[in-house]
């Protein structure tokens, strides 16, 4: 059940415009994005979407430190923006961009002031050769704490929002 | 995030996760197991039996050692993790824009 799908897709409804749904996606990331799926160690300040192709995703910690996790490969608003996921199996920044995923995320007009957003994050397999590799990573002891602690949160029951 | 349910179960007991933590630092033997952990040595193979059943380690004979590692295919694959977490994120998404969008609808 490990699967063999490489993509994930997922859409959502919302009661907000176009150009509203793509501001707050960018512009507002850090007012949505779920506060325990950072990678920075430091704790975190604030999130950053930098509004151009070249641009980064990254996250800034209190101390000052920043985490660039995505770089932004496409970026036309109100419609669409992809960004690369520059983040490994082992919970570190991926600094190979061959080994990045990417998700594409684009919105729709659904009529009145409604909006579909359609998420794609593809190219899994890209991360595939860290799975061969996480034995290697398991015995540096990097990477991994973090990870388990994401995991044993799920598994201590906490209900997973919108599941 | 895995893909077998009964890894969740595993995964409930504090003990048994931090063994699971342990074995994710570095493998192990129950032996280096039972010294770096209050649990007795029975405990521990009682513990790791659950988690080998959980497909959540697996185990490998090297000399007169039986070392557990983690089990890369029991535990989620990305694809399961990322399905969860989008889902999560965009039904934040749309708790946050559409309340925004009331708000500036507010003269």
């Given at each position: 059940m490990t699967g063999t799908s490489t993509a994930v897709t997922t859409s959502i409804i919302v009661d907000a415009p176009l150009d509203a749904a793509f501001s707050v996606f960018t512009d507002d990331i850090g007012s949505w994005w779920p506060p325990e799926h950072h990678i920075i160690q430091?704790?975190?300040?604030?999130?950053?979407?930098?509004?151009?192709?070249?641009?980064?995703?990254?996250?800034?910690?209190?101390?000052?430190?920043?985490?660039?996790?995505?770089?932004?490969?496409a970026?036309?608003?109100?419609n669409r923006v992809v960004f690369s996921w520059d983040i490994s199996l082992q919970w570190q920044v991926e600094t190979d961009p061959s080994k990045a995923s990417e998700v594409e995320v684009r919105f729709v007009p659904e009529g009145g002031r409604r909006t579909r957003v359609e998420l794609e994050h593809r190219h899994l397999d890209r991360h595939g050769d860290g799975w061969e590799g996480i034995r290697?990573?398991?015995?540096?002891?990097?990477g991994w704490g973090m990870g388990l602690q994401r995991f044993a949160r799920r598994a201590e029951g906490a209900p997973v929002a919108g599941a | 995030m895995i893909a077998n349910p009964h890894a969740l179960d595993a995964l409930g007991d504090p003990t048994r996760r931090a063994i699971f933590e342990q074995i994710g630092e570095r493998p192990s033997a129950v032996v280096d197991l039972a010294a770096r952990l209050p649990v007795s040595r029975p405990a521990v193979s009682q513990h790791l039996k659950v988690l080998k059943d959980a497909g959540l380690v697996r185990d490998v004979q090297l000399g007169t050692r039986r070392i557990y590692s983690l089990d890369p295919d029991g535990i989620a694959g990305l694809h399961d993790y990322l399905d969860r977490f989008w889902n999560t994120a965009l039904h934040s998404f749309k708790t946050r824009v559409e309340r925004q969008d009331q708000q500036e609808e507010t003269p």
């Open positions: 430091a704790p975190l300040a604030s999130m950053v979407f930098e509004p151009k192709v070249g641009g980064h995703v990254y996250d800034v910690g209190t101390d000052g430190s920043e985490c660039r996790w995505a770089r932004v490969l970026y036309e608003p109100p290697d990573a398991v015995r540096s002891g990097g | -």
